[in-house]
T-cell receptor, first 111, second 114 residues
């Protein structure tokens, strides 16, 4: 069974802290892995997409890594801000854009 | 560029009633997806269209759910009859190509079944 697990389920940090969100997946034969952000009452916004041949992707203060052999990905957020407060979801693409999502990590960054 | 449009944004119905959701993908996007997101869970794919053909509907409860994408553009998802456990956010997404492109999501429709 294809599963994606995200730890922790919730995280609360003070502004300015660096933090790491974890994602583990069961299928090593993935096409890519994506990190999304979801704000309350809104849809998902794609943050980073890592192809299976890549080890990491960076966008601004965000850095995502991928280790297919261990079935793990991490999302690193540098110098967190209150505007980063949201739910972060990772999803593995098992082929033909079929995404299997984790349950997400709810992040709260306090001023 | 306009994003993925969905309507309505909210819907409250009684169990056993029927409901329909509409989605208009980003112009030029051939692939369209419907997801169900139950509170506290990640989205689960219900159905995937490539143009107006179904690619994957393995997780669509076909006894009560149906979806169509006429002319390969906008799409409608219908539930008939609704059950309490159908309460969820229904998300529509689209992508340009099928295999490697990222998906762009609409704001979703929040369905409450009483």
């Amino acid at each position: 069974k294809q599963e994606v697990t995200q730890i922790p389920a919730a995280l609360s940090v003070p502004e300015g802290e660096n933090l790491v969100l974890n994602c583990s997946f069961t299928d090593s034969a993935i096409y890519n892995l994506q990190w999304f952000r979801q704000d309350p009452g809104k849809g998902l916004t794609s943050l980073l997409l890592i192809q299976s041949s890549q080890r990491e992707q960076t966008s601004g203060r965000l850095n995502a890594s991928l280790d297919k052999s261990s079935g793990r990905s991490t999302l690193y957020i540098a110098a967190s801000q209150p505007g980063d407060s949201a739910t972060y979801l990772c999803a593995m693409n098992t082929g033909f854009q079929k995404l299997v999502f984790g349950t997400g990590t709810r992040l709260l960054v306090s001023p | 560029e306009a994003g993925v449009a969905q309507s309505p944004r909210y819907k409250i119905i009684e169990k056993r009633q029927s409901v329909a959701f509409w989605c208009n993908p980003i112009s030029g996007h051939a692939t369209l997806y419907w997801y169900q997101q139950i509170l506290g869970q990640g989205p689960k794919l219900l159905i995937q269209f490539q143009n107006n053909g179904v690619v994957d509907d393995s997780q669509l409860p076909k006894d009560r759910f149906s979806a169509e994408r006429l002319k390969g553009v906008d799409s409608t998802l219908k539930i008939q009859p609704a059950k309490l456990e159908d309460s969820a956010v229904y998300l529509c997404a689209s992508s340009f190509e099928q295999i490697t492109d990222t998906q762009y999501f609409g704001p979703g429709t929040r369905l409450t079944v009483l």
